[in-house]
């Protein structure tokens, strides 16, 4: 699936443009509200759980991860609209991640705005957090366009997502508690994959493909396909924490640097740089430092080593290889112009 056009990511851009609307809307029409008649106490729980809920969820984002449950769907021939619950699914679920993340970091802005457990409370984020991963099973399984089998293989290949990405994140966040710096770059791509491959591509891109009755071997392909673009889209926005646009990115620049994360241009840093300089890339990402002169330095050490370019090419080529999963798959024509430019999209991106 070569490409060849001068705007490699137009086509996936397009498509996100013309289907984001439709998960706009379904998740409008659909929000989250009290099972019962809460006559009583519907205005507290309106306030302290499905109200913060809401307006997490209207917020902001792409809705990248929903989109590419569509495209899953209409890649074996299916129609979008019926895999909508499932691309919402897969927005709760990110929604969820999200809050928890930020408490888990001690983040204080999300989407330009203060963190729900900054203006909320860590009791109730946590508990809106797991709200929304209530709702995304639920979604699923009152969807009664699709059958009951369907619906618990839907449901399998959505608890094995979330269990790989709780496994990428239980690394990620105990490396940085214990202070690994012994990691390998292979470590750090283990966890990349775990964390952010299978839910921001792999299985959202098998769970549509499930829901357009596609064959084992389609579903299988796009899963595989997801992976390495999933992992491309991890590299990637690792790199533009570091060298993208700061004014883009505000107070979220270099912040993987402050929070000491393990990203594979650290990884492959420390296995290249030598002594005193290996201490003090250390001794930066122990040190929560903000300064910029401090971060600017710590990116320095970085590409002293070729750190950045390493990351850079290693993206690209993982794309490409993610490209040939799809060689002599069935699937329908136009939607592997943009399965091909959606892989172009995730290492080409700027924000």
């Known amino acids: 699936m070569p490409s060849n056009t001068t705007d490699k990511g137009a086509a996936f851009r397009a498509y996100l443009a013309k289907k984001r609307p439709l998960i706009e809307a379904y998740l409008s029409e659909h929000a989250p509200a009290p099972l019962g008649d809460e006559t009583v106490v519907g205005d507290d729980l309106e306030r302290y759980l499905y109200g913060p809920l809401k307006r997490f969820m209207a917020s902001g984002g792409k809705r990248t991860r929903p989109v590419l449950v569509l495209l899953g769907c209409e890649a074996v021939g299916g129609t979008a609209t019926s895999a909508l619950s499932c691309a919402c699914a897969i927005e709760d679920f990110q929604s969820a991640a999200l809050i928890h993340d930020d408490i888990a970091d001690k983040g204080t802005l999300r989407r330009g705005a203060p963190c729900m457990h900054v203006t909320e409370g860590v009791g109730i984020a946590i508990n809106v ?85 596609g064959t084992d071997e389609q579903v299988e392909a796009l899963r595989t396909f997801g992976m390495g673009a999933g992992l491309a889209f991890q590299l990637q926005d690792d790199l533009l924490n570091l060298v993208g646009n700061a004014k883009t990115q505000g107070k979220d620049f270099r912040s993987d640097i402050t929070e000491g994360k393990h990203t594979m241009a650290v990884t492959w840093s420390l296995e290249r740089l030598q002594n005193s300089q290996r201490d003090e890339l250390i001794e930066i990402l122990t040190s929560h430092a903000t300064d910029a002169a401090t971060l600017e330095r710590a990116v320095g050490l970085m590409e002293s080593v070729g750190a950045i370019e390493g990351v850079r090419d290693y993206a690209h080529s993982v794309a490409e290889s993610a490209r040939r999963e799809l060689d002599g798959i069935e699937l329908a024509d136009d939607m592997c112009t943009i399965l091909d430019s959606m892989a172009d999209f995730f290492v080409e991106r700027t924000g």
């Open 129 to 213: 957090a797991d709200l929304a991963l209530i709702i995304a099973q639920s979604r699923i399984l009152r969807e009664r366009s699709l059958s009951p089998e369907l619906r618990v293989r839907i449901l399998e290949e959505f608890a094995a997502m979330e269990e790989r990405t709780l496994e990428g994140q239980a690394l990620d966040l105990g490396w940085v508690r214990d202070g690994r710096w012994d990691l390998s770059v292979d470590d750090y791509l283990c966890m990349a994959s775990h964390k952010t491959a299978f839910y921001s591509a792999a299985c959202p891109l098998s769970i549509g493909a499930i829901c357009g009755g």
